[in-house]
């Protein structure tokens, strides 16, 4: 999705092996960078249940505080509204997860010349089928699509759902783990609010030649940027095939190695058009039940070009480039309480979405979760990054207090804070900074997808 957080590197490092649980429910250990889909323990998950389930939900946040601006004293306070509906279940062999949940924004500003746009509605939606025809064998399509107006106000979200890449989901509806971690928010629009869209489509298997060992394969497309031409002016459309193709190995209970080659192509509107292969080899271990830690090391070649631009000249560029991480997590559960943390260091080239052109980046992220008791949690979560030709630097903090009294609903409140460097700033004002408080509150029926509320 197009949504803007310098915590989506979270969703790969948070996100468990097993379904995230709701806000406030106890989550299990945090996972490897390099996660490994098991054939058995699918077929397992995909045991049928009689019929389809229906998935009806909303969350509702309250949020207000200095965005940055340069009016002075100028404050902002936003509602947002994120309505779910959608079915879950088997079809024969086949399971399927349908959802739409719109981004709804009411936006009432201090200062009225500021405020513009008063409603932002973005529409989204989520398709996800994962067919078992065999023990050794599984098919998966995943698709996910966005269109309308998009709120690129660091502050207005914290956390965001992993775009499609072509991998396959760790548990049937949920979002797949991407196969090289992205390092931290991309440069930002110098616009808050943009007619966007976002079509993300792959499909894919994973066969099991023995327990220990795997193959997958998939390929997809990408079409996302601006909506008009408008809005191309400040976020360039994008859209190319893409593809991947590794293997797993589970050299132990408590080793997995995985190898994968990835690749894609982005050609942008605005003229770059840049061809990137990744080729990878991560390394998770865990050392206790508690205690795992995760390596990731490879090499990026790509072919980038830039056409000329007025008086600044095009260039062509074809780069082997090193992208590795680590990352570290720790986890201990109890009956009633737990305590989770982990931390995450990045680094990869990547194709900035405004210029098109190809930059190393590196990110880093921190994320620590309490529960001292059942339905009460408190979490901290933290991450910066920039790019290593200067051109962007971001900061994000979020804490909160979530309560969550019965399974159906939960109830949190907190604050964030964010820091822009380079052309984003813009955004937060001359300082670059931002905070607001918010009060989140969170119903539903039905089991939502893995990874949670969008």
Not at 161 to 166: A, L, R, W
Not at 245 to 262: F, K, M, Q, V
Not at 334 to 359: E, N, Y
Request: net charge neutral; aromatic share 6%.
């Amino acid at each position: 999705m197009l949504l803007p957080s310098g915590a989506m590197l979270l969703s790969v490092l948070l996100a468990a092996d097993e379904p995230e649980p709701r806000p406030g429910a106890a989550p299990s250990a945090a996972p490897s960078l390099a996660t490994s889909s098991r054939v058995e323990r699918t077929q397992e998950s995909l045991a049928p249940a009689e019929t389809l389930e229906a998935l009806v939900g909303a969350r509702v946040e309250v949020r207000s505080g200095r965005p940055g601006s340069t009016v002075e004293g100028y404050s902002l306070t936003q509602i947002e509204v994120d309505p779910l509906i959608g079915v879950s279940g088997p079809i024969r062999s086949t399971r399927i997860t349908a959802v739409y949940d719109p981004r709804i924004i009411l936006v009432a500003d201090e200062s009225p010349s500021q405020g513009g746009r008063t409603v932002a509605y973005l529409h989204r939606g989520r398709l996800v089928l994962d067919a078992v025809p065999s023990a050794r064998t599984r098919f998966f399509i995943n698709g996910l699509f966005a269109y309308g107006n998009n709120d690129f106000l660091p502050l207005t979200s914290a956390l965001t759902p992993t775009t499609i890449t072509g991998q396959p989901p760790t548990e049937p509806g949920s979002t797949p783990v991407a196969p090289v971690p992205t390092p931290g928010t991309s440069r930002l629009p110098d616009q808050r609010f943009l007619t966007v869209v976002d079509l993300d489509a792959s499909a894919g298997i994973v066969n099991s030649v023995s327990p220990r060992l795997e193959w997958r394969a998939s390929a997809g497309y990408r079409y996302a940027g601006g909506a008009d031409a408008e809005a191309r002016a400040s976020l360039p459309l994008q859209k190319g095939p893409k593809g991947s193709l590794g293997i797993a190995w589970s050299g132990s209970e408590r080793d997995t190695w995985t190898s994968l080659l990835d690749a894609f192509d982005a050609r942008f509107s605005s003229g770059p058009h840049s061809t990137i292969a990744n080729l990878s080899l991560s390394w998770a271990h865990s050392w206790t039940r508690e205690l795992g830690t995760d390596l990731v090391g490879g090499v990026t070649g790509f072919h980038s070009v830039v056409p000329d631009q007025g008086a600044v000249p095009g260039r062509v560029e074809n780069s082997i480039r090193p992208l590795g991480g680590v990352g570290l997590r720790y986890a201990l559960l109890g009956r009633h309480t737990f305590w989770r943390t982990s931390v995450s260091v990045l680094c990869a080239p990547l194709p900035d979405p405004i210029t098109g052109l190809v930059v190393q980046r590196v990110g880093g992220v921190a994320g620590t979760a309490l529960s001292p008791t059942t339905g009460l949690t408190f979490e901290v979560t933290g991450g910066g990054a920039a790019s290593l030709d200067g051109t962007q630097q971001d900061g994000r903090v979020e804490a909160r207090i979530i309560y969550q009294p019965v399974a159906e609903i939960s109830i949190s409140i907190g604050g964030r804070m964010a820091w822009l460097g380079g052309p984003s700033e813009s955004l937060l004002g001359p300082s670059g900074f931002g905070w607001l408080a918010f009060a989140t509150v969170s119903a539903s029926l039905g089991n939502l997808p893995a990874g949670g509320w969008p």
